[in-house]
């Protein structure tokens, strides 16, 4: 599988983006589906992961939305109500496993970035 997150950009706080990730290969929906990001000097940590009708880290839960076109073969993370400490690099990944544990991903897209302004 390969992933290609796009739709990253600079936003005003309070602002949205919608970030598509867009997968080649076969058995897309077999896969579970997750959004990490890394902003500078921190490690990176999950966000959003597609099971469970959405599940969400504490930081993004209400802000932001998990879904997936099966027929497009792409993931989205609907971003709504932006803060500047949402600035990072978002990626998105694919696994096999429910786990917001970014070591149970074995594909990567290469990130968008997201600067939010103040």
């Known amino acids: 599988v390969q992933l290609q997150a796009s739709g990253g950009g600079l936003v005003q706080a309070g602002g949205s983006l919608r970030l598509p990730c867009a997968a080649s290969?076969?058995?897309?929906?077999?896969?579970?589906m997750g959004w990490f990001r890394q902003a500078p000097g921190k490690e990176r940590e999950f966000v959003a992961g597609?099971?469970?009708?959405?599940y969400y880290a504490d930081a993004v839960k209400d802000r932001f939305t998990i879904s997936r076109d099966n027929a497009k073969n792409t993931v989205y993370l609907q971003m709504n109500s932006l803060k500047p400490e949402d600035t990072a690099i978002y990626f998105c990944?694919?696994?096999?496993?429910?786990?917001?544990?970014?070591?149970?991903?074995?594909?990567w897209g290469q990130g968008t970035l997201v600067t939010v302004s103040s």
């Open positions: 990944a694919a696994g096999r496993t429910t786990s917001p544990n970014p070591s149970f991903y074995d594909y």
């Open positions: 290969g076969r058995a897309f929906s077999s896969y579970v």
């Open positions: 597609s099971w469970s009708g959405g």
